[in-house]
C-alpha cells in the first residue's frame, strides 16, 4: 500500500492482501525534489512507473522503478504541465488515457501517445527565451525554434523521432542580418530551402541550403515584403507543392494567401485572399494545415486553445469554417506543428519557454486534446477520483461534504458521459482525502485527514 504526504510517498507492506490492519511501514520515498506540494498518485499495471500529480508547478512527474513497486528504486523520469490547481490522478486500466481534476470541481481526460506515459515537454530556455516559431523535419529527427532574443534558428536532434524529451540543442543559424525579429519559420518538404517572417520588418525572407535541414549551410538568397496585407506578421506555411504561401498576422486577425506562380519562389507571389480569425483569436501567432489542405489550425496568445476550420475546398480559405477547438489550458502559444500521422499537436509556448506535445484522441481532431465535465453541481471540492474497473462507474472524493460521491458513465472511461448517480457515504471518522477501488469493487479505500488513517469501506450493493 502506498500513501502520499505533501514531501513523499510512504509503502507498506500488508501480510494479508488488502486488509490495512496488517498492514507495516517499510520505506519512504522523497520526492521534494520534483514535487514538493504532491496531492495524489498513481502507478501503471506492473509496478515499473510512478506517477505524482501537484502544485509545485501545476505538473504530473513520472518515476521509473528499476525494481516493480519498490520506490527505493524509483528515479525520475519527466515532469509534464497540466493545469493550475491539480488534486485528483488516476489512469484507465489501460493506461491509455489520463483524469485529473482541479479546484473547479471539473474532472479532465487526455489520451495519452504510448500507454502510461505522460505527455512530453521540453525546456528550450537556455537557447530561446522569446521563442516564436516551430517546425519539424519531416521524419522527426529534427527541431527547429527561432525567437527574437538570439534573432536565430535553434536547430536540436531528436535521438528518438518525435520524442521532444530526446531533443538535444545541435547548433544556431543567425537571421539578425535580414531581421531582428524573426517570428515564424517553415522549410521546404526536401529541407533545401527555409523561409523565416519577421514581424518588425513586415516580410518573409528565403534561404537556400547546400545541405538539406543543415542550417549552417544556409544563404540568404531573397525577401517578400507583406506590409501591405500585414504589419506584424507571426505564422507562416506553405502548400505542400510551394504553389501557396501564408502568413497569419496580430494587425489584422487573419490568414493572408498568396499565390506563387513559380513554387517556392517567393518573389514570384501575389497577394489573393484573407481569412479573419478575431471570432476565435484575437491575437493568432501559429498556423498549421492539414496535409491535404482541408483543415486549419491556428493558435494565439489571447485563448488557451488550438482553433480548427474545415475547408470545403482544399486549400481555398475562402471555403474555411470554424469547427472546434482544442483546449489545452496553457496560455501564450506562439506556433504549432502537427505530426504527419495527426495524432499529435506539438505547441510552443512563450510562457514557459518550452515545447510540448498534446496527443489526439482522434487522429486530425483538435478537440480530443483533452475531455472535461464539470461537477460542480454535484461535488465542489474533489480531492481525487477513481474508477469501477470496468469503467462504468466514477467515485469523487468531496473535501467540503466529507463525502465520496459516484457517477455513471454511459460510456465506459468515457467523463463526457458521466451523470451523478445520487449516492454518496459520508465519512465517518472525518476528511476524506483520497481514494482507491479494490480491483473487483468490494472495496474502496480512502485517506481520512481528521484522524490520519487508511480506511476500507465495503461496498455492499454493486448498483
Do not use: C
Not at 106 to 127: F, M, N
Not at 200 to 229: G, H, K, M, P, R
Not at 381 to 389: A, M, N, R, V
Amino acid at each position: 500500500m502506498y500513501m502520499l504526504e505533501g514531501g513523499g510517498v510512504y509503502e507498506y507492506a500488508l501480510s494479508t492482501a488488502w486488509k490495512l490492519s496488517t498492514a507495516s511501514f517499510t520505506q519512504f520515498f522523497n520526492t521534494g525534489g520534483q514535487q514538493g506540494a504532491a496531492n495524489d498518485l498513481d502507478f501503471n499495471s506492473d509496478g515499473t512507473k510512478m506517477f505524482i500529480i501537484g502544485t509545485t508547478g501545476d505538473e504530473i512527474t513520472e518515476y521509473a522503478l528499476s525494481t516493480p513497486w519498490d520506490i527505493s528504486t524509483a528515479s525520475f523520469v519527466i515532469e509534464s504541465p497540466f493545469l493550475a490547481g491539480i488534486d485528483g490522478l488516476t489512469f484507465g486500466n489501460s493506461g491509455n488515457n489520463i483524469y485529473y481534476t482541479d479546484t473547479t470541481s471539473t474532472i479532465y481526460q487526455q489520451s495519452l501517445r504510448t500507454s502510461w506515459t505522460i505527455p512530453r515537454k521540453l525546456s528550450i530556455a537556455g537557447e530561446e527565451s522569446s521563442p516564436e516559431g516551430l517546425f519539424f523535419k519531416s521524419d522527426g529527427t529534427k527541431m527547429f525554434v527561432v525567437g527574437t532574443t538570439g534573432d536565430d534558428i535553434n536547430d536540436y536532434d531528436l535521438s528518438t523521432p518525435w520524442d521532444i524529451s530526446t531533443a538535444t540543442a545541435n547548433q544556431t543559424f543567425s537571421v539578425a542580418t535580414e531581421s531582428t525579429s524573426p517570428s515564424g519559420l517553415f522549410f521546404k518538404p526536401d529541407g533545401t530551402k527555409m523561409f523565416v517572417v519577421a514581424y518588425n520588418a513586415d516580410e518573409v525572407n528565403d534561404y537556400d541550403l547546400s545541405a538539406a535541414w543543415d542550417i549552417s549551410t544556409a544563404t540568404a538568397n531573397q525577401t517578400f515584403d507583406v506590409s501591405s496585407e500585414e504589419t506584424t506578421p507571426r505564422g507562416l506555411f506553405f502548400k505542400s507543392d510551394g504553389t501557396k504561401m501564408f502568413v497569419v498576422g496580430t494587425t489584422g486577425d487573419e490568414v493572408n494567401d498568396y499565390d506563387l506562380s513559380s513554387a517556392w519562389d517567393i518573389s514570384t507571389a501575389t497577394a489573393n485572399q484573407t481569412f479573419d480569425l478575431s471570432s476565435e483569436e484575437a491575437t493568432p501567432r501559429g498556423l498549421f494545415f492539414k496535409s491535404d489542405g482541408t483543415k486549419l489550425y491556428v493558435v494565439g496568445s489571447s485563448g488557451d486553445d488550438i482553433n480548427e476550420y474545415a475547408l470545403s475546398t482544399p486549400w481555398d480559405i475562402s471555403t474555411a469554417s470554424f469547427t472546434t477547438t482544442g483546449w489545452v489550458g496553457i496560455n501564450n502559444l506562439e506556433d504549432l506543428y502537427i505530426h504527419p500521422d495527426g495524432n499529435v499537436i506539438f505547441t510552443l509556448n512563450s510562457t514557459y519557454d518550452t515545447v510540448e506535445e498534446f496527443p489526439l484522441e482522434t487522429a486530425w481532431d483538435a478537440s480530443t486534446t483533452r475531455k472535461s465535465i464539470n461537477v460542480s453541481g454535484d461535488t465542489t471540492d474533489i480531492k481525487s477520483i477513481g474508477f469501477k474497473p470496468d469503467g462504468t462507474k466514477m467515485y469523487t472524493v468531496d473535501e467540503t461534504t466529507d463525502t465520496i460521491k459516484q457517477f455513471d458513465l454511459s460510456q465506459a472511461w468515457d467523463v463526457t458521459t458521466a451523470t451523478y448517480a445520487n449516492s454518496s457515504v459520508s465519512a465517518p471518522l472525518g476528511l476524506y482525502t483520497s481514494i482507491y477501488i479494490h480491483p473487483d469493487g468490494e472495496y474502496i479505500y480512502t485517506i481520512n485527514q481528521t484522524s490520519d488513517i487508511a480506511v476500507a469501506l465495503r461496498v455492499v450493493s454493486n448498483s
